[in-house]
Protein backbone atom coordinates (compact mmCIF):
# COMPACT_ATOMS: atom_id res chain seq x y z
CA UNK A 1 0.00 0.00 0.00
CA UNK A 2 1.76 3.11 -1.38
CA UNK A 3 -0.04 6.40 -0.18
CA UNK A 4 0.75 10.24 -0.98
CA UNK A 5 -0.83 12.92 1.29
CA UNK A 6 -1.05 16.13 0.67
CA UNK A 7 -2.00 19.27 4.06
CA UNK A 8 -2.47 22.67 3.08
CA UNK A 9 -5.17 23.61 5.67
CA UNK A 10 -3.13 26.96 7.12
CA UNK A 11 0.40 27.92 6.06
CA UNK A 12 2.33 24.90 5.48
CA UNK A 13 2.51 23.12 1.99
CA UNK A 14 3.35 19.50 3.18
CA UNK A 15 3.09 16.30 1.35
CA UNK A 16 4.06 12.63 2.81
CA UNK A 17 4.60 9.31 1.43
CA UNK A 18 3.34 5.98 3.11
CA UNK A 19 4.47 2.70 2.08
CA UNK A 20 3.30 -0.82 3.73
CA UNK A 21 2.51 1.31 6.88
CA UNK A 22 5.73 3.78 7.30
CA UNK A 23 6.27 6.98 6.55
CA UNK A 24 9.36 7.28 3.78
CA UNK A 25 9.27 10.98 3.19
CA UNK A 26 7.29 13.79 5.04
CA UNK A 27 8.28 17.41 2.95
CA UNK A 28 7.63 20.56 4.95
CA UNK A 29 7.52 23.75 2.88
CA UNK A 30 6.90 26.95 5.32
CA UNK A 31 5.32 30.47 4.55
CA UNK A 32 7.24 32.87 5.88
CA UNK A 33 5.70 35.52 4.52
CA UNK A 34 2.79 35.93 6.94
CA UNK A 35 5.95 37.01 9.65
CA UNK A 36 5.49 40.32 8.15
CA UNK A 37 1.82 40.64 9.11
CA UNK A 38 1.93 39.50 12.34
CA UNK A 39 -0.69 36.89 11.53
CA UNK A 40 -1.48 34.47 8.21
CA UNK A 41 -2.86 36.36 5.72
CA UNK A 42 -5.54 33.77 4.04
CA UNK A 43 -5.04 34.89 -0.14
CA UNK A 44 -1.53 34.65 0.58
CA UNK A 45 -1.25 31.13 1.94
CA UNK A 46 -3.47 30.44 -0.59
CA UNK A 47 -0.77 31.39 -3.33
CA UNK A 48 1.93 30.24 -1.83
CA UNK A 49 0.30 26.63 -1.60
CA UNK A 50 0.12 27.04 -5.21
CA UNK A 51 3.58 28.02 -5.64
CA UNK A 52 4.59 25.02 -3.35
CA UNK A 53 2.42 22.31 -4.32
CA UNK A 54 4.27 20.56 -7.04
CA UNK A 55 7.96 20.97 -5.62
CA UNK A 56 6.45 19.65 -2.09
CA UNK A 57 4.94 16.64 -3.82
CA UNK A 58 7.73 15.47 -6.00
CA UNK A 59 10.02 15.86 -3.83
CA UNK A 60 7.96 13.61 -1.45
CA UNK A 61 8.21 10.94 -4.31
CA UNK A 62 11.72 11.30 -4.74
CA UNK A 63 12.70 11.19 -1.17
CA UNK A 64 10.87 8.20 -0.74
CA UNK A 65 12.11 6.47 -4.17
CA UNK A 66 8.73 6.73 -5.39
CA UNK A 67 7.49 6.90 -9.13
CA UNK A 68 3.78 8.14 -8.89
CA UNK A 69 2.89 5.22 -11.10
CA UNK A 70 3.80 3.14 -8.31
CA UNK A 71 0.81 5.20 -6.02
CA UNK A 72 -2.22 2.54 -4.47
CA UNK A 73 -4.06 6.15 -3.35
CA UNK A 74 -3.61 9.96 -2.94
CA UNK A 75 -5.29 11.44 0.64
CA UNK A 76 -5.66 15.06 1.07
CA UNK A 77 -6.86 17.21 4.12
CA UNK A 78 -10.49 18.53 3.77
CA UNK A 79 -10.74 20.69 6.38
CA UNK A 80 -10.41 22.33 8.83
CA UNK A 81 -9.05 24.98 7.61
CA UNK A 82 -8.84 28.24 5.29
CA UNK A 83 -11.13 27.52 2.20
CA UNK A 84 -8.39 28.91 -0.58
CA UNK A 85 -5.79 26.97 1.05
CA UNK A 86 -7.14 23.83 1.58
CA UNK A 87 -8.67 24.24 -2.20
CA UNK A 88 -5.06 24.44 -3.28
CA UNK A 89 -4.13 20.67 -1.78
CA UNK A 90 -7.73 19.59 -2.39
CA UNK A 91 -7.78 20.25 -6.28
CA UNK A 92 -4.22 18.96 -6.43
CA UNK A 93 -5.10 15.82 -4.73
CA UNK A 94 -8.40 15.21 -7.05
CA UNK A 95 -6.55 15.66 -10.10
CA UNK A 96 -3.60 13.54 -9.28
CA UNK A 97 -5.82 10.77 -8.58
CA UNK A 98 -8.23 11.20 -11.53
CA UNK A 99 -4.90 11.27 -13.59
CA UNK A 100 -3.47 7.89 -11.73
CA UNK A 101 -7.38 6.57 -11.66
CA UNK A 102 -6.84 5.69 -7.89
CA UNK A 103 -8.47 6.28 -5.07
CA UNK A 104 -9.38 9.42 -3.46
CA UNK A 105 -8.95 9.89 0.38
CA UNK A 106 -10.33 12.35 2.56
CA UNK A 107 -8.99 13.44 5.88
CA UNK A 108 -9.74 15.39 8.97
CA UNK A 109 -7.09 17.46 9.81
CA UNK A 110 -8.01 17.34 13.83
CA UNK A 111 -8.28 13.53 13.52
CA UNK A 112 -4.91 13.35 11.83
CA UNK A 113 -3.10 15.43 14.76
CA UNK A 114 -4.48 12.50 17.05
CA UNK A 115 -3.36 10.23 14.87
CA UNK A 116 0.10 11.61 14.57
CA UNK A 117 1.06 8.75 17.61
CA UNK A 118 0.48 6.32 15.08
CA UNK A 119 3.59 6.97 12.75
CA UNK A 120 6.36 5.82 15.29
CA UNK A 121 6.31 3.73 18.27
CA UNK A 122 5.31 3.51 21.44
CA UNK A 123 1.85 3.65 20.18
CA UNK A 124 -1.22 4.70 22.39
CA UNK A 125 -3.98 1.81 23.59
CA UNK A 126 -7.62 2.41 23.13
CA UNK A 127 -9.36 4.29 25.30
CA UNK A 128 -6.85 7.01 25.42
CA UNK A 129 -7.46 11.23 25.80
CA UNK A 130 -5.80 13.33 23.29
CA UNK A 131 -5.03 17.02 24.21
CA UNK A 132 -5.16 18.70 20.64
CA UNK A 133 -3.39 21.97 21.09
CA UNK A 134 -2.58 24.60 18.03
CA UNK A 135 -2.81 27.76 16.60
CA UNK A 136 -6.52 27.23 15.82
CA UNK A 137 -8.10 24.51 18.68
CA UNK A 138 -7.84 23.79 22.05
CA UNK A 139 -9.76 19.90 22.36
CA UNK A 140 -9.34 17.28 24.85
CA UNK A 141 -10.65 14.44 22.90
CA UNK A 142 -11.91 11.28 23.94
CA UNK A 143 -10.76 8.06 21.56
CA UNK A 144 -12.05 4.68 21.16
CA UNK A 145 -10.52 3.83 18.23
CA UNK A 146 -8.65 4.98 15.00
CA UNK A 147 -11.94 6.58 13.55
CA UNK A 148 -14.27 7.16 16.67
CA UNK A 149 -12.91 10.58 18.15
CA UNK A 150 -15.25 12.60 20.64
CA UNK A 151 -14.26 15.80 21.48
CA UNK A 152 -15.45 16.16 25.43
CA UNK A 153 -13.69 19.47 25.81
CA UNK A 154 -12.82 22.58 23.53
CA UNK A 155 -12.42 26.12 23.95
CA UNK A 156 -15.00 28.89 24.29
CA UNK A 157 -13.28 31.33 22.35
CA UNK A 158 -9.20 31.64 21.37
CA UNK A 159 -7.15 28.76 21.14
CA UNK A 160 -4.07 28.17 23.80
CA UNK A 161 -1.50 28.78 20.26
CA UNK A 162 -3.48 31.76 19.83
CA UNK A 163 -2.88 32.75 22.89
CA UNK A 164 0.68 32.31 23.19
CA UNK A 165 1.04 34.28 19.68
CA UNK A 166 -1.17 36.76 20.82
CA UNK A 167 1.01 37.83 24.13
CA UNK A 168 4.12 37.26 22.28
CA UNK A 169 2.88 40.03 20.06
CA UNK A 170 1.54 42.59 23.10
CA UNK A 171 5.82 41.32 23.86
CA UNK A 172 6.82 43.16 20.89
CA UNK A 173 7.74 39.57 19.14
CA UNK A 174 7.47 38.79 15.97
CA UNK A 175 4.48 35.89 14.30
CA UNK A 176 4.55 33.22 15.06
CA UNK A 177 5.62 34.07 18.96
CA UNK A 178 4.93 30.71 20.73
CA UNK A 179 8.25 29.29 20.32
CA UNK A 180 9.69 32.68 21.10
CA UNK A 181 8.17 32.81 24.35
CA UNK A 182 8.88 28.85 24.88
CA UNK A 183 12.54 29.78 24.10
CA UNK A 184 12.51 33.10 26.72
CA UNK A 185 10.46 30.77 29.49
CA UNK A 186 13.42 28.19 29.76
CA UNK A 187 15.75 31.49 31.47
CA UNK A 188 12.85 33.14 33.52
CA UNK A 189 10.62 32.51 36.92
CA UNK A 190 7.68 31.07 36.44
CA UNK A 191 6.52 32.51 39.52
CA UNK A 192 7.60 35.80 38.94
CA UNK A 193 4.25 37.29 38.01
CA UNK A 194 0.54 35.93 38.47
CA UNK A 195 -2.05 36.17 35.32
CA UNK A 196 -5.94 35.05 35.97
CA UNK A 197 -6.56 31.31 34.91
CA UNK A 198 -10.71 31.94 34.77
CA UNK A 199 -12.75 29.76 35.39
CA UNK A 200 -14.59 27.90 32.99
CA UNK A 201 -17.22 24.91 33.69
CA UNK A 202 -16.80 21.26 32.32
CA UNK A 203 -13.95 20.49 30.38
CA UNK A 204 -13.84 23.93 28.63
CA UNK A 205 -11.18 26.37 28.29
CA UNK A 206 -11.41 30.03 27.45
CA UNK A 207 -7.90 32.11 27.22
CA UNK A 208 -9.61 35.20 25.83
CA UNK A 209 -8.83 36.91 29.21
CA UNK A 210 -5.51 36.10 29.72
CA UNK A 211 -4.58 38.05 27.14
CA UNK A 212 -7.03 41.33 28.00
CA UNK A 213 -4.93 40.92 31.21
CA UNK A 214 -1.14 40.78 29.93
CA UNK A 215 -2.44 43.88 27.99
CA UNK A 216 -3.15 45.37 31.20
CA UNK A 217 -0.39 44.26 33.28
CA UNK A 218 2.03 45.46 30.14
CA UNK A 219 0.72 48.68 30.26
CA UNK A 220 0.43 49.77 34.02
CA UNK A 221 4.33 48.29 34.03
CA UNK A 222 5.28 50.25 30.74
CA UNK A 223 3.63 53.61 32.38
CA UNK A 224 5.99 53.79 35.16
CA UNK A 225 9.29 52.16 33.53
CA UNK A 226 9.07 51.99 29.90
CA UNK A 227 12.11 49.45 29.97
CA UNK A 228 9.79 47.00 31.60
CA UNK A 229 9.54 44.29 28.78
CA UNK A 230 13.09 44.01 27.83
CA UNK A 231 14.00 43.73 31.35
CA UNK A 232 11.66 40.90 32.49
CA UNK A 233 11.03 39.11 29.48
CA UNK A 234 12.60 36.10 30.31
CA UNK A 235 10.29 36.71 33.79
CA UNK A 236 7.68 37.31 31.65
CA UNK A 237 7.75 34.93 29.46
CA UNK A 238 8.27 32.09 31.86
CA UNK A 239 5.16 33.40 33.81
CA UNK A 240 2.78 33.47 30.63
CA UNK A 241 3.69 30.05 29.76
CA UNK A 242 3.44 28.17 33.31
CA UNK A 243 -0.17 30.19 33.27
CA UNK A 244 -1.46 28.08 29.59
CA UNK A 245 0.33 25.07 30.73
CA UNK A 246 -1.40 25.07 34.44
CA UNK A 247 -5.11 25.95 32.21
CA UNK A 248 -4.42 22.51 30.35
CA UNK A 249 -3.24 20.55 33.18
CA UNK A 250 -6.10 21.74 35.44
CA UNK A 251 -8.63 20.04 32.63
CA UNK A 252 -6.64 17.23 31.19
CA UNK A 253 -6.92 15.83 35.01
CA UNK A 254 -10.24 16.54 35.61
CA UNK A 255 -10.87 14.56 32.21
CA UNK A 256 -8.48 11.85 33.51
CA UNK A 257 -10.44 11.72 36.71
CA UNK A 258 -13.98 11.69 34.92
CA UNK A 259 -13.44 8.78 32.14
CA UNK A 260 -11.15 6.80 34.58
CA UNK A 261 -8.54 6.50 31.32
CA UNK A 262 -4.69 6.93 31.56
CA UNK A 263 -3.35 6.73 28.55
CA UNK A 264 -2.89 10.53 27.70
CA UNK A 265 -1.24 11.87 24.53
CA UNK A 266 -0.73 15.11 23.58
CA UNK A 267 -1.49 16.90 19.79
CA UNK A 268 -0.64 19.78 17.23
CA UNK A 269 1.94 23.00 17.26
CA UNK A 270 1.40 23.88 21.04
CA UNK A 271 2.36 20.60 22.07
CA UNK A 272 5.74 21.49 20.70
CA UNK A 273 6.22 23.80 23.78
CA UNK A 274 8.84 22.45 26.44
CA UNK A 275 7.42 23.69 29.18
CA UNK A 276 4.46 21.55 28.09
CA UNK A 277 6.31 18.59 27.61
CA UNK A 278 7.85 19.08 30.91
CA UNK A 279 5.08 19.66 33.14
CA UNK A 280 3.35 16.56 31.68
CA UNK A 281 5.73 14.04 31.78
CA UNK A 282 6.14 15.04 35.86
CA UNK A 283 2.48 15.18 36.44
CA UNK A 284 1.96 11.90 34.28
CA UNK A 285 5.00 9.99 36.88
CA UNK A 286 2.77 11.63 40.08
CA UNK A 287 -0.62 10.90 38.86
CA UNK A 288 0.57 6.82 37.19
CA UNK A 289 -0.14 8.07 33.40
CA UNK A 290 1.21 6.70 30.46
CA UNK A 291 1.86 9.56 28.87
CA UNK A 292 2.49 10.03 24.91
CA UNK A 293 4.57 13.11 23.15
CA UNK A 294 4.96 12.77 19.51
CA UNK A 295 8.50 13.95 18.01
CA UNK A 296 8.59 17.63 17.58
CA UNK A 297 8.02 17.55 13.42
CA UNK A 298 4.93 15.71 13.48
CA UNK A 299 3.06 18.22 16.69
CA UNK A 300 2.96 20.83 14.20
CA UNK A 301 1.31 20.91 10.67
CA UNK A 302 2.61 17.85 8.39
CA UNK A 303 1.37 15.59 6.09
CA UNK A 304 2.74 12.31 7.33
CA UNK A 305 0.01 12.54 10.10
CA UNK A 306 -2.30 12.57 6.82
CA UNK A 307 -0.71 9.51 5.58
CA UNK A 308 -1.52 7.37 8.59
CA UNK A 309 -5.14 8.83 9.01
CA UNK A 310 -5.71 7.67 5.39
CA UNK A 311 -4.08 4.24 6.29
CA UNK A 312 -6.87 3.36 8.72
CA UNK A 313 -9.15 4.75 6.09
CA UNK A 314 -7.71 2.55 3.05
CA UNK A 315 -8.26 -0.42 5.21
CA UNK A 316 -11.85 0.49 5.79
CA UNK A 317 -12.36 1.29 2.12
CA UNK A 318 -13.72 4.49 3.18
CA UNK A 319 -13.02 6.42 -0.65
CA UNK A 320 -14.34 10.11 -1.27
CA UNK A 321 -16.00 11.06 -4.70
CA UNK A 322 -14.46 13.44 -6.94
CA UNK A 323 -17.48 15.94 -6.27
CA UNK A 324 -16.07 16.50 -2.57
CA UNK A 325 -15.51 20.13 -2.09
CA UNK A 326 -12.86 21.52 0.96
CA UNK A 327 -14.81 22.06 4.46
CA UNK A 328 -13.37 25.07 6.33
CA UNK A 329 -15.34 24.51 9.62
CA UNK A 330 -15.46 20.29 9.63
CA UNK A 331 -16.05 18.94 13.00
CA UNK A 332 -14.61 15.25 13.98
O1 LIG B 1 -0.71 22.75 14.65
P1 LIG B 1 -0.05 24.00 14.17
O2 LIG B 1 1.28 23.87 13.48
O3 LIG B 1 -0.99 24.77 13.17
C1 LIG B 1 -2.36 24.87 13.36
O4 LIG B 1 -3.09 23.97 12.90
O5 LIG B 1 -2.74 25.85 14.04
O6 LIG B 1 0.08 24.99 15.43
C2 LIG B 1 0.63 26.27 15.33
C3 LIG B 1 0.61 26.93 16.70
C4 LIG B 1 1.01 28.40 16.67
O7 LIG B 1 0.10 29.13 17.46
C5 LIG B 1 2.41 28.41 17.32
O8 LIG B 1 2.74 29.59 17.98
C6 LIG B 1 2.26 27.26 18.30
O9 LIG B 1 1.53 26.27 17.58
N1 LIG B 1 3.57 26.72 18.73
C7 LIG B 1 4.05 26.87 19.98
C8 LIG B 1 5.32 26.26 19.98
N2 LIG B 1 5.57 25.77 18.72
C9 LIG B 1 4.47 26.07 17.97
N3 LIG B 1 3.51 27.42 21.07
C10 LIG B 1 4.24 27.40 22.20
N4 LIG B 1 5.47 26.85 22.29
C11 LIG B 1 6.05 26.27 21.21
N5 LIG B 1 7.26 25.71 21.32
ZN1 LIG C 1 -2.83 21.79 12.82
Not at 96 to 108: Q, R, S, Y
Not at 225 to 249: K, R, W, Y
Request: aromatic content about 6%; overall charge negative.
Amino acid sequence: MNILAIESSCDETSASVLVNGHIRSNVIATQLIHEQYGGVVPELASRAHQQHILPVVERALADANLSKNALSAVAFTRGPGLLGSLLVGASFAKALALGLNIPLIEVNHMQAHVLAHFIENPKPAFPFLCLTVSGGHTQIVRVDGPLEMTVIGQTMDDAVGEAFDKSAKLLGLPYPGGPLIDKYAKAGNPMAFRFPMGEMPNLDFSFSGIKTAILYFLRDHTKTNPGFIEENMADICASIQHTLVQMLLTKLKRAARETGIRDIAIAGGVSANSGLRTALTQLGESLGWQVYIPRFEYCTDNAAMIAIAAQFKYEQGDFTAQTVSPMPRMSM
